[in-house]
């Protein structure tokens, strides 16, 4: 009677030589990561906020889209709603790349140390925000709220496999409607912390909102591209098919464009008004070499993606979506790049130890995805809108 | 209902019963076929006394100039802006709905899409009239708010966000209207093939503009349909964002704040949907559209409005936690002026209205009370009209300089064409409702149970 009965999985491992790659890139990345700290701790650190904050985003981002599928009662994502499920896990390596940024603090923010803060008006009025002990206890708050929702949300979906019980979609939705707007605060606050207080005199009221709105393309991108390139390898189901793919493409158009809108938005206003007190952050990423990788921030986390999807039939291609979701996810490592390091350096820098924090960044990616696959479904088998997931027609 | 667990292996329909196709046309064109009840000529006498409060002040205000009204330094701004932003809000449900929700295959959408849009339209003309008599002199207006070759020796300002509103609202004005007609022109059909006199069937045969329901016509009016939602959605948000411009790209403290473009077009869905559903309450009823307009669309507005108020909610937050973050004393100050200042009862007014009421709507008691979703809705309307009071006016009244610090007192004139927009609007309502089908019925028939290829069967037959 009911949609599960009639969906066999075929229970696959992912394939072995993925699987291999993603051990392989974790501990290049590892070692790369070691040498880095070993040869220049304070640039290592900053390469460590971009990693840190990059895995953050496809971490939450995808929480974020587990609460949306429910809440909003969508049916076309459903069947691949378990990839979500899976890249959440992330969490976990998102608290372990805070460590040794908690132990370089000192050589990272310019306000944790007190003589600055004593010589320096504007930052004492923001000590009771920025301050070592609050900014540690804030990132317990968040780590928290992410990851109960989290594991509540993976719970029910997961025993819904086995008990097929439709109250767990209900709860689920219940919570799904707690989580968005404290997830909406929680990483507002995230980004400003590791991000914005970088540059402690800077401020913006739409940070929050660039962050959060580049986290949920970051994650769709990193969906679409599992999703596509397991499809493709008989992973999912015969049915799903190009209006599926449709979907995903003309999500991640949308939102990559609404991220636009946003990065443009911040950029526009700050420009015009050219108040001396906001204007420096984008001055400095507008000379010694920074205005390229500004340039290429357009170029790659929109327009390039944005010819790429427009058309209704680029948005069904499974090698279009590959190719804009990998150019999404790099540009998005380019785009925490440019929000950190000109903290660090007057001028783009590029050496090993960039590259340390990408290769452990998606090498753990695939890991912690394959070593889900390995234990759980890759299709929520019970879930009651599997069945119309799969019939889904545009 | 609410205590068993909904069956989430069905899709749910979006209106009640199995009308035939013929049904749904009869109920949809009964307001126009019949004579207009009493109660319509009492909303009409109304709604045009008040429009004729708005021209008389009109009036005043041509002969007089702009000295009426109650703006002065350092208030420069008052009611004129203040009801142009309420209204251009006003004029975002519509759009949103039929494009935005349209691209995001929302349903539930078809029902109410038709007089949504039109409130667009006739919010947007009442938005307009405040822009072109803050002018002062409209008629020379033309000059430098079109570029065009002209003899006083007057260009455009293009550096102005207040010019690229003249585009933006009047792009979103033809865009709009453009995709309403297409999406009655079906309806005009039916409307024609209905037709029991001379008039109607020569007026709805030209405004049908030949369409006999082939198949070749479908294909492209879906295609249209479609292209024109891919247009009109960036416009739903590039109208708010360049209103929210106006004042964002200024250096006034509260003024100029980056989250302002999304903000301001999250509040903007936020009051056309208030509007929308308080104009819905009361069709719905007087038209007997309850099988049509279900409580599941009505609850689907409110979550909107929770989620929306609630985005409107942030925004204030993060403005007051960055007003103080930034460690700007003009700014901080400003914001604690607002809050309690002189006018605190704006504030706080708007932040009931906007943040605190709408979280009612938590409550699916609430959400499904016609009442209480009326009620709510105005008190959203009222929120967002002094959300915009307290941005311009608050802001203003206290500048830099503490000896040139002022209040601001509107008139009774200000108050005049804010009751004449009123006046105007509902007119334009209780006109669009009488004249023309207020559901579209060409698009309902497409989510009747069983009109899905793939449809798996409601308990209903195929």
Redesign the interface.
């Given at each position: 009677m009911?949609?599960h009965e009639s969906i066999i999985i075929p229970k696959k491992e992912l394939p072995a030589n993925i699987v291999k790659l993603g051990w392989a890139l974790t501990v290049i990345g590892l070692v790369l990561v070691v040498l880095s700290y070993v040869t220049d701790a304070q640039r290592a650190g900053f390469n460590n906020i971009i990693g840190f904050t990059f895995l953050a985003s496809v971490a939450v981002g995808a929480v974020f889209f587990i609460a949306i599928e429910y809440i909003a009662?969508a049916?076309w994502s459903t069947p691949f709603r378990r990839v979500l499920e899976f890249l959440g896990m992330l969490l976990v390596p998102v608290v372990l790349l805070a460590i040794p940024i908690f132990l370089n603090f000192h050589s990272l923010y310019h306000w944790s140390h007190a003589d600055v803060v004593a010589a320096d008006?504007?930052?004492q009025?923001?000590s009771p925000?920025l301050n070592e002990q609050f900014f540690a206890i804030r990132f317990v708050i968040y780590i928290v709220i992410w990851s109960l929702f989290y594991f509540i949300f993976r719970h029910n979906s997961l025993k819904q496999d086995k008990d097929n019980d439709?109250?767990r979609?209900?709860k689920n939705i219940g919570l799904a409607?707690a989580f968005i707007?404290l997830l909406?605060?929680s990483i507002?606050l995230f980004s400003?912390d590791w991000l914005m207080s970088l540059e402690p005199?800077w401020?913006?009221?739409?940070?929050?909102?660039y962050y959060f709105t580049g986290s949920i393309v970051t994650a769709l991108a990193v969906t679409t591209y599992f999703v596509v390139l397991l499809s493709e390898r008989g992973y999912f189901f015969k049915g799903i098919n190009e209006n599926h793919y449709y979907s995903f493409g003309?999500l991640l158009f949308?939102l990559l464009?609404f991220w636009a809108?946003?990065a443009f938005?911040?950029f526009?206003?700050?420009w015009?008004?050219n108040?001396p007190?906001e204007n420096f952050w984008f001055i400095t990423r507008w000379q010694n070499g920074w205005e390229y990788v500004s340039v290429a921030i357009v170029l790659f986390h929109f327009w390039i993606p944005y010819f790429m999807l427009v058309s209704r039939p680029s948005k069904m291609k499974p090698r279009v979506l590959k190719q804009s979701a990998a150019i999404l996810i790099a540009a998005h490592f380019l785009d925490m790049y440019w929000l950190v390091m000109p903290t660090y350096s007057a001028s783009p820098v590029f050496s090993y130890y960039e590259i340390a924090f990408p290769i452990l960044s998606i090498g753990l990616i695939i890991v912690v995805f394959a070593m889900q696959a390995k234990k759980y479904n890759l299709v929520p088998v019970g879930?009651?809108?599997l069945?119309?997931g799969i019939?889904?027609?545009l | 209902m609410s205590s068993t667990v909904l069956d989430y292996s069905k899709e749910l329909s979006v209106i009640e019963g199995l009308p035939s196709a013929a049904t749904l046309d009869e109920m949809i064109e009964k307001p126009i076929n019949d004579f207009p009840q009493r109660r319509w000529f009492i909303g009409l006498a109304i709604t045009g006394t008040m429009l004729m409060i708005g021209v008389v002040s009109l009036t005043w205000l041509l002969w007089k100039g702009v000295g009426v009204w109650g703006i002065n330094q350092p208030v420069a701004w008052g009611f004129d802006v203040v009801n142009f932003v309420f209204w251009v809000g006003i004029g975002h449900a519509g759009t949103l709905i039929s494009a935005i929700l349209f691209l995001f295959r929302q349903k539930w959408r078809t029902g109410i899409a038709r007089f949504a849009e039109a409130m667009t339209l006739f919010a947007v003309l009442c938005a307009v009239q405040f822009v072109i008599f803050h002018t002062g002199r409209p008629w020379l207006a033309m000059a430098w708010l079109f570029p065009y070759p002209n003899q006083h020796g007057v260009w455009v300002n293009f550096t102005s966000p207040l010019e690229w509103d003249v585009f933006a609202v009047n792009t979103y004005f033809i865009v709009s209207a453009v995709f309403w007609y297409l999406g009655l022109i079906p309806d005009f059909a039916t409307l024609r093939d209905r037709a029991t006199t001379t008039i109607k069937k020569v007026t709805f045969s030209i405004l049908s503009l030949g369409w006999r329901f082939s198949n070749r016509h479908w294909q492209h009016y879906e295609r249209a349909y479609l292209i024109m939602a891919g247009f009109a959605t960036p416009l739903v948000l590039s109208v708010h964002t360049i209103v929210s411009f106006d004042f964002a790209v200024s250096i006034i403290p509260g003024w100029h704040t980056t989250i302002f473009p999304p903000y301001f077009v999250a509040g903007a869905i936020f009051s056309g949907f208030a509007m929308v559903q308080n104009v819905l309450i009361i069709t719905r009823k007087a038209f007997k559209f309850e099988t049509l307009i279900t409580m599941d669309t009505i609850e689907k507005m409110n979550k909107i409005i929770l989620v929306t108020g609630t985005i409107v909610g942030y925004a204030y937050i993060m403005e007051f936690f960055i007003a103080w973050y930034s460690g700007n004393a003009t700014e901080l100050f400003v914001f604690v002026n607002r809050a309690f200042g002189p006018y605190w009862w704006a504030y706080w007014t708007m932040m009931t209205c906007n943040l605190f009421t709408p979280q009612l709507f938590w409550s699916k008691k609430i959400r499904t009370s016609l009442l209480a979703s009326f009620i709510l809705a105005i008190f959203v309307n009222i929120g967002m009209w002094f959300e915009r009071f307290v941005i311009i006016v608050t802001s203003l009244h206290r500048d830099f300089l503490p000896s040139s610090w002022g209040m601001f007192v509107p008139t009774m004139w200000d108050f005049g064409m804010l009751i004449g927009s009123f006046g105007l609007f509902f007119t334009l309502v209780l006109l669009f409702v009488k004249f023309l089908p207020a559901i579209a019925m060409a698009e309902i028939k497409a989510v009747i149970p069983g009109a899905q290829p793939t449809h798996h069967g409601n308990g209903a037959s195929h």
């Open positions: 009911s949609a009662g049916v008006k504007v930052l009025s923001k925000y439709q109250a979609t209900k409607a707007p909406a605060i507002s400003i005199h401020f913006s009221t739409m940070f929050g909102v003309a949308g464009s809108y946003i938005s911040q526009m206003l700050i015009y008004a108040l007190e879930d009651p809108k069945q119309r019939d889904f027609h | -």
